[in-house]
């Protein structure tokens, strides 16, 4: 079956510093994979996402990419800030799966100044 | 603006007491779903409609069910709610585009069935 493993939470990181959250799938067949991030209180929002091999995604200074050989789509930032404070969640999807998201179990990030 | 709704935000039941969580947006979107979301077990899907009078069965569909009888709604019932479907519960939408499936979420309904 489709599944996917991030890495546990919390994450916890100091303003301007570096951030990686790890992701790995398994899939039946050609994913596209997702990040979602949910803010305190609020639905979930896409931030970024690819559809193919060695895609790169990137949205408000986060990127992710798309590596087949390794089945990872790890999420990074070069310098995060308060505000990134959140649940990350990665996720995949199969075309033509009629729009049904996998999704891992979430890792929560907390920035302190 | 574009956006998915749900009603209510907040509601606490007792077991055993039918309820309804609605769910509309306003994109055309021709895809919904419900999902509900469990500390440690992420985000897990219960139903999801592909157009009118078009639904099918997620992962975790046992005591839900849904109708799709116009494009916009996508209401989830709970006919005999029992307290193990506590649980924050999301409706997206989205439309098929070649560049993968993008799902617009609503910003949830917080479950506490007693």
């Known amino acids: 079956g489709n599944s996917v493993t991030q890495m546990e939470g919390p994450v916890t990181l100091s303003e301007e510093a570096f951030l990686t959250i790890n992701c790995t799938y398994t899939?039946?067949?050609?994913?596209?994979l997702f990040w979602y991030v949910q803010y305190p209180g609020e639905g979930l929002q896409l931030l970024l996402k690819?559809?193919?091999?060695?895609d790169k995604g990137s949205n408000k200074g986060f990127e992710a990419t798309y590596r087949k050989e390794t089945t990872s789509f790890h999420l990074e930032k070069g310098s995060v800030q308060v505000s990134d404070s959140a649940v990350y969640f990665c996720a995949l999807s199969l075309t033509g799966t009629a729009s049904k998201l996998t999704f891992g179990t979430g890792t929560r990030l907390q920035v302190t100044l | 603006e574009a956006q998915v709704t749900q009603n209510p935000r907040y509601l606490i039941t007792v077991t055993g007491k039918k309820l309804t969580v609605t769910c509309s947006q306003n994109?055309?979107?021709?895809?919904m779903s419900w999902y509900r979301q469990d500390p440690g077990l992420g985000l897990r899907q219960i139903y999801y409609s592909m157009n009118v009078e078009v639904t099918d069965k997620g992962d975790v569909p046992e005591g839900y069910k849904v109708s799709r009888k116009e494009k916009r709604n996508f209401p989830l019932i709970l006919e005999s709610p029992s307290p193990n479907q506590t649980s924050l519960y999301f409706c997206?939408?989205?439309?098929?585009?070649?560049?993968?499936?993008?799902?617009?979420f609503g910003p949830g309904t917080r479950l506490t069935v007693l």
């Open positions: 997206a939408s989205s439309t098929r585009t070649s560049g993968g499936d993008t799902q617009y």
């Open positions: 899939a039946t067949g050609y994913p596209s």
């Open positions: 690819a559809t193919k091999a060695d």
């Open positions: 994109m055309n979107h021709e895809y």
